[in-house]
């Protein structure tokens, strides 16, 4: 458990707080790149770390990241005509390119010497993995952009589930990298079989082990950590383990164990103190594997349009109890709620805006969530006295050679070596 003070170190994210100061070293996932898919399409707003921005793609099709309020009187810019190379300010006509130079005032007179002393505030950008990246901190603080784990090569499709998550970011992460909780929470998507692998199917990935008690052990790095699960098979337990390796990338992504046909990540990326954006990310480097996006947001009950409305907010929430069907319950479903993330959802908005956990009751299943919270603590007392901010060092690791694994082998197999070869 955590004392007060711990726990607001940890969540808070907004202004000045130190773990929002120590993401704003990181760059950070604005949006899906579909979300600004065209030269000169809608500008959208996006909203992190508490900071409000505007994203839009110009008509020859570069990318901008803008303060959204106009600094000339503090209008909405995601109100603006995107036109003509440039964002314009539909109060009075100001327009910004998108390096934040402004291209026109078009209510003042004479305005040539004034525009050349003015410049909005505009973010550095990067478009990789099927996400607009950004770069929130002090310039002289910025890494050199790489891409993500799903994103090998450019030609790698991503798959991707985007939802709007009611509670702090951190009782989100340590919820994808708990591996304990799966065995219970998702046993219906999740069930028993004689299979070798984690085995997708249309509705469910299958699993070689009934086992719900794993055993952790872990590895810290300096990225963050990784850790395995080892469970009993169905088969042979006396020779093998069924093995679930989960890899913690700070601040807030987690490559967790892949099935038979796509590697899994999650972001789940701090929008204020109290609202996260959950990503979700299908992959995978063979293009004969893989799931579509419209597939993967139908497995997880995720489609916009029909679980989500237009702004990723599900329709599934607290106030309507996640639509709980008890009968389904008796009939052998184990939670009577559709769809993993909406399980999981259920589980973390529970836990209140923010959870508390100077009351918990933690057990041997909870190592990795431990881990995290004082990794994450140390990293940013650390940040705070002056030292860089965790994942930002330079170091010879890439994430794109970051990969988790799940499989049965033989119980003198070391987990650390081990990688989906699939």
Request: charged content about 25%.
């Amino acid at each position: 458990m955590l004392s007060a003070e711990q726990n607001e170190l940890l969540t808070r994210v907004e202004g000045s707080a130190p773990m929002g100061q120590l993401m704003r070293r990181h760059w950070l996932p604005a949006c899906l790149s579909d979300e600004v898919a065209l030269p000169d399409c809608t500008p959208l707003r996006a909203r992190l770390l508490g900071e409000d921005l505007v994203i839009f793609r110009d008509t020859e099709g570069k990318l901008g990241a803008l303060a959204e309020q106009c600094p000339h009187r503090k209008a909405s810019l995601a109100f603006g005509r995107n036109e003509e190379c440039g964002l314009r300010c539909l109060y009075h006509g100001w327009k910004f390119s998108v390096d934040g130079s402004v291209m026109d005032m078009a209510s003042e007179p004479n305005s040539e010497r004034k525009k050349n002393s003015i410049k909005h505030k505009a973010y550095p950008i990067e478009e990789s993995g099927g996400f607009i990246w950004v770069y929130l901190g002090p310039e002289e603080d910025m890494t050199t952009f790489q891409p993500p784990a799903w994103a090998p090569s450019p030609d790698v499709k991503a798959s991707v589930v985007k939802i709007h998550t009611h509670c702090n970011w951190a009782q989100v992460l340590e919820g994808s990298i708990d591996s304990a909780h799966s065995s219970s929470l998702h046993s219906s998507n999740m069930p028993t079989a004689e299979v070798e692998n984690s085995t997708a199917t249309a509705d469910s990935w299958l699993r070689p082990s009934k086992d719900k008690s794993p055993k952790l052990e872990i590895e810290m790095t300096d990225y963050g950590f990784q850790y395995a699960a080892l469970r009993k098979p169905i088969k042979n337990e006396e020779k093998n383990y069924y093995i679930r390796t989960t890899i913690f990338i700070a601040p807030f992504t987690v490559l967790i164990p892949p099935n038979t046909e796509y590697k899994l990540a999650q972001i789940l990326f701090p929008i204020d103190d109290y609202n996260t954006m959950f990503y979700w990310v299908a992959w995978h480097p063979d293009p004969k594997k893989g799931i579509s996006q419209d597939e993967w947001r139908r497995f997880c009950a995720a489609e916009v349009g029909t679980d989500l409305d237009e702004n990723y907010i599900r329709n599934l929430n607290l106030g309507n109890w996640f639509k709980q069907d008890r009968d389904a319950m008796k009939k052998g479903h184990f939670t009577g709620i559709k769809g993993i993330p909406a399980e999981d959802m259920a589980m973390w908005e529970s836990m209140g805006r923010i959870a508390n956990r100077s009351h918990e009751i933690l057990g041997s299943s909870d190592l990795s969530i431990v881990k995290f919270r004082h990794q994450m603590l140390k990293a940013v007392n650390d940040f705070a006295t002056g030292e860089p901010a965790i994942g930002t060092k330079r170091t010879n690791t890439r994430h794109i050679d970051l990969s988790s694994f799940e499989g049965i082998v033989p119980k003198s197999t070391d987990w650390r070596a081990l990688r989906d070869t699939f």
